[in-house]
């Protein structure tokens, strides 16, 4: 009987006997994984389903910082939008590069209709001079929302009220100075355009970095003219608008005359609106048409662009699309003519591959020299760092390779490649030379480790971009520390799953950076 109770009861009694002897660590690691698979529920959810559109909130993505002209307009389009959307519409302001940031993030996102870019003119300037993997193909221009005609604006103790007096004062015979924000931007070309027009050739343009940098300088009698747009001028009683690029007079500024009224044809205007990723679905692109349409359509509007000095024009994507592909080659043009167009990395004197081979073979020589010319006792941390500074080395002479325009008034972007480099060369021949002295006691076993977590680490940077950060990463850590003979399981997935998602803290909640989802998931 006693027999019959313990066989009973010991199956149960081994379960409990289990989860007690279980420690506080693999309680913990158990979890870290319930938490990831939720992360990944939570982020992969939507994947492969067919909701209906739309079904959460449109966010509009702005490459400039809150208040700006373009940030002014996404938020006055998400006001108004509410009215006759669904879902509401958040604008996101991501910075940087000239608005590339803002439209690699766009590109990395799905596909789905729920993320816009807000778009401007000066894009197209920023794609063709900077040449990244950024390309206006990648994106569907679904709806132009307004124009807002640039202008040529004095400070009105020059005493420029008309195009007669510029043309009069630039052949005064001092040189007539123009301003604005950029070199090579809408502002710089719109004087390009606005000097050939006009017929005047004392004349140069100062890049003053920014806009209000450039109304202050204006105000401040620091130059003849200044371009830029007509709201620049409101609440500012000192200036004067000489001129607007526009086919008719502003509704706001009725006492503004045009280049055309003058006697110039000259029609410059910065306009701005909004695009999406190629692949959305056209449901999706019906709905946002038809939204920012009405937008435009809205008495609310009509108000916002005779505060800010604007004309409501709105063009669908047939219409928007022809436009940029006009002004994509004026835009050339001029870029060619203010000498921005050209190669930014020259032509080596030699082959890359042959430079390459004269570095490693001095980098060999160098190693032999220092230990005596004694190959056997060269140590296998000296035949790494001798590597790396192969490599830096080549590196370093491809910075050397690297050319700005003369009128580009910009910091080489060789420079903090450079600093980098000569700190890695300087550490690694300090490597080299101390271990020269050392007696060879240690030496690598398993230099095949090695290579193996190499090959890891390349597998791991290919497939994230397939398959996303957050399936990639804890595979990686697991693997590279099974390779180097990590056995303690808690552990190992606490620290690999934990890893994850201490970067979506970090990364996607504290800095909004989104980390990669994969390109099977978009």
Known sequence: MLHSFYSIQTPDFTICLFLFRMSTKHYIAGLVIVLYLGLLGYLYSGIGRKAVYPSKPVTIVVHSKPGSAIDFMARKTAAIAKKYSKVPFVVENRPGTQGVVAMQHVIDSKADGYTMLGVTKSFLSTLIVNKSKVNLDDFRFIANMISDPEAIIANRKRNLLTLKDVIKDANSGKTQVWIGPGTGSRDHLMALSAWKTLGINNVKWIDYKSGPQSVLAIMRNEAAIYVGNPADIKGKTGLNIIAIASKQRLPALPDVAT?????????????????????????????????????????????????????????????????????????????????????????????????FLIIIAGMFLLLLAINRFRFRIIDYSQWVAGGIISVALFFFYQTTLFQIPAVMNITSPALIPELWIVVLVALCLMLIFTERNKPKTEEISDIKTVWVVIALLFAYLVLMQWAGYYFTTPLFILAAMYVLKYRKTAFMLTGSFGFVLFSYLVFNLLLHIDLPQGWWFI
């Open 259 to 355: 280049f055309k009224e003058q006697g110039y044809n000259l029609y410059e205007s910065m306009w701005r609106g909004f695009a999406i990723k190629k692949g959305v679905p056209e449901k999706a692109v019906k709905y946002l048409t038809s939204v920012l349409q009405k937008v435009v359509n809205d008495k609310d509007w009509k108000l916002y662009c005779d505060e800010t000095y604007v004309f409501s024009n709105f063009e669908d994507e047939a219409q928007f699309t022809r436009r940029i592909h006009r002004e994509v080659t004026k835009t050339k043009r001029y870029l060619n003519q203010a000498g921005l167009l050209v190669e930014y990395v020259k032509k080596s004197r030699l082959p890359l591959s042959i430079v």
